[in-house]
């Protein structure tokens, strides 16, 4: 694989990454064992992200920073719309994601990723790169309503299909299983402070799934805008690895 291609697939893969969890907060849905039973006290129900929407983060973690400009093009039920600037060590890159999500039962997923970015490297100049992910059966995010403390759900494995157009080297098709996890939510109504300003939250525990491997995350997502506003990924010891922060909003 050529050096300026290198240098563009580390940055889609943090589009990847970041958007994922950052839609997937009231959109990971399935295929569950059985429905999800909210306890009964301090429960929440998000609403869509309006469109227009601008959040600025700060990822911080020992491989080097990344900042990302996230805009909300549109946000419905079933599909949301996003673009991304996302500026590393590496370079600048410019992304366009569909994510496609559906509801089963009490809780929501995402069938279906695709991600349009482009970057301009060196004699090769502007490249574009198309990645197309597909889950079966649905990545499961959690509750499509209701998020409630002490609610848990089944995040059963997957078979994650990965198609990518338009690199100058051929890229095959990888298919990933996933590993299985459980997701919780830990708080609703928690009042975090990040560079942007101060949010009241849902805290939740959940799964990152890269490749086969499992990371989990601790996420704060504001129950006004339903946008994530701090996020901490650790390791299995329970060690904080990477944390996202809200540094802007508009």
């Given at each position: 694989?050529?050096?300026?291609?290198?240098?563009?697939?580390?940055?889609?893969?943090?589009c990847?990454?970041?958007?994922?969890?950052?839609?997937?907060q009231?959109?990971?849905?399935?295929?569950?064992?059985?429905?999800?039973?909210?306890?009964?006290?301090?429960?929440?129900?998000?609403?869509?992200?309006?469109?227009?929407?601008?959040?600025?983060?700060?990822?911080?973690?020992?491989?080097?920073?990344?900042?990302?400009?996230?805009?909300?093009?549109?946000?419905?039920?079933?599909?949301?719309?996003?673009?991304?600037?996302?500026t590393?060590?590496?370079?600048?890159?410019e992304?366009e994601?569909?994510?496609?999500?559906?509801?089963?039962?009490?809780?929501?997923?995402?069938?279906?990723?695709?991600?349009?970015?482009?970057?301009?490297?060196p004699?090769?100049?502007?490249?574009?790169?198309?990645t197309?992910?597909?889950?079966?059966?649905?990545?499961?995010?959690?509750?499509?309503?209701?998020?409630?403390?002490?609610?848990?759900w089944?995040?059963?494995?997957?078979?994650?299909?990965?198609?990518t157009?338009?690199?100058?080297?051929?890229?095959?098709?990888?298919?990933?299983?996933?590993i299985?996890?459980?997701g919780?939510?830990?708080?609703?109504?928690?009042?975090?402070?990040?560079?942007?300003?101060?949010?009241?939250?849902?805290?939740?525990r959940?799964?990152?799934?890269?490749?086969?491997?499992?990371q989990?995350?601790?996420t704060?997502?504001?129950?006004?805008?339903?946008?994530?506003?701090?996020?901490?990924?650790?390791?299995?010891?329970?060690?904080?690895?990477?944390?996202?922060?809200?540094?802007?909003?508009?």
């Open positions: 694989m050529s050096a300026p291609v290198r240098r563009l697939l580390p940055l889609l893969a943090l990847v990454l970041l958007v994922a969890p950052l839609e997937a009231k959109r990971r849905a399935v295929r569950s064992p059985g429905p999800v039973t909210p306890p009964a006290g301090n429960c929440h129900t998000f609403t869509f992200v309006r469109a227009g929407l601008k959040a600025t983060y700060l990822t911080t973690q020992a491989s080097g920073n990344a900042n990302f400009v996230v805009t909300y093009i549109f946000d419905n039920a079933t599909q949301t719309k996003t673009t991304q600037v996302t590393t060590q590496i370079g600048t890159s992304a994601t569909l994510i496609d999500s559906e509801v089963v039962g009490n809780l929501r997923g995402i069938k279906h990723i695709n991600v349009k970015a482009s970057q301009t490297v004699v090769l100049g502007k490249i574009t790169i198309e197309d992910i597909g889950f079966v059966p649905t990545l499961t995010a959690g509750p499509s309503a209701g998020w409630c403390v002490g609610n848990t089944t995040v059963p494995p997957v078979t994650e299909t990965i198609t157009k338009g690199s100058p080297v051929p890229i095959p098709p990888q298919i990933i299983t996933t299985g996890s459980v919780e939510v830990l708080a609703v109504g928690e009042t975090i402070s990040v560079p942007a300003g101060s949010f009241t939250t849902v805290k939740h959940g799964a990152l799934l890269s490749g086969t491997s499992v989990t995350a601790i704060w997502t504001s129950m006004q805008h339903n946008i994530v506003v701090r996020q901490d990924t650790l390791d299995a010891g329970g060690n904080v690895t990477s944390t996202t922060n809200l540094t802007a909003l508009q």
